[in-house]
């Protein structure tokens, strides 16, 4: 059987629907649009053609003017009620340990000074002696050595006959622990002829617990201390329970450990939390002990 070797002519669609369909297949442009519709600012405002093309500026400014915006913002605004707080932050001032270190420094300059004058004005010995014991405790000591070396030089030379339990320990604690001698026999005033201590001075606690602090700076063979640390010491322990604060919690401490072996910074910290408790304490001792423990 003969192959005819003729290639076959190829097919040709006439129908319209095929010549419809090719034409479109490579028309993409017609199918997916090229730049999307504006959308209206407002949705009862009908966007204008005009705005998906170029317009110049002044027919921008002439179709917005055709907005009316009264009709679009809301016409009345929420009244809403004064605030709970007042106008206290407002005003509010931070507190003298919230400052900055610049204005602290300032600020214990001008304390320092005012302690300077407080030293000057004392004429009294007793006001002396309270004072450099305040300004140990609270541990400013250190800003004013002349004024301490002045005081001690002065109760240790000056006459003294005060007959107040609290007073002459005082005294006696002070110079002991700057070096400078006294003697044991300035407690005989509070003994009876028996050698022992007088039972009408247990009604100090105040002179009890100074006078326990200070028997503490004993030397060798100085039985009157001796005496005087177990006298005050077993009188601390049965008032210690009915005694008022801050006082109380300075005598526990103390039984626990004398105040000549306490650790200062921590003792310091301890009574300037204590002392603003204390009947007549001076606000400017306070507030520069303050500012100098958060100094340093």
Not at 81 to 89: Q, V
Not at 139 to 148: A, C, L, M, S
Not at 197 to 203: A, C, G, P
Request: hydrophobic share 35%; charged share 25%; proline share 6%.
């Amino acid at each position: 059987m003969a192959v005819s070797l003729t290639p076959t002519p190829p097919i040709l669609f006439s129908s319209p629907f095929f010549s419809s369909a090719i034409a479109t297949r490579g028309n993409y442009s017609s199918r997916l649009p090229l730049q999307a519709s504006p959308r209206p600012c407002f949705p009862h405002v009908q966007a204008s053609p005009v705005a998906a093309k170029s317009t110049p500026s002044s027919s921008i400014e002439q179709e917005t003017t055709d907005v009316d915006y009264d009709d679009v913002a809301p016409k009345t605004l929420s009244s809403y009620g004064p605030s709970l707080w007042g106008d206290y932050f407002l005003n509010y001032e931070p507190k003298p340990l919230q400052r900055s270190e610049k204005w602290m420094s300032a600020r214990a300059d001008k304390l320092k000074e005012d302690v300077d004058m407080l030293f000057k004005s004392c004429n009294c010995m007793v006001e002396r002696i309270t004072l450099l014991d305040t300004v140990q405790h609270l541990g400013i000591d250190h800003h004013f050595k002349k004024h301490v070396d002045t005081t001690l030089s002065q109760i240790f030379e000056g006459e003294f006959n005060i007959s107040s339990l609290h007073q002459v320990a005082l005294r006696f604690r002070l110079l002991r622990e700057h070096g400078l001698w006294v003697s044991s026999d300035v407690f005989d005033k509070f003994k009876n002829e028996d050698g022992s201590f007088r039972e009408d001075i247990t009604s100090d606690p105040k002179g009890l617990l100074c006078l326990y602090n200070a028997a503490h700076l004993l030397i060798h063979a100085e039985p009157s201390l001796e005496q005087a640390i177990s006298f005050s010491r077993h009188h601390l322990q049965l008032m210690r329970d009915t005694l008022k604060s801050p006082l109380v919690e300075q005598v526990k401490r103390a039984l626990h450990m004398p105040f000549s072996r306490t650790f200062k910074r921590m003792e310091t910290l301890r009574y300037i939390s204590e002392y603003k408790h204390e009947e007549g304490h001076n606000p400017t001792l306070l507030e520069l002990a303050k500012l100098d423990f958060n100094l340093l």
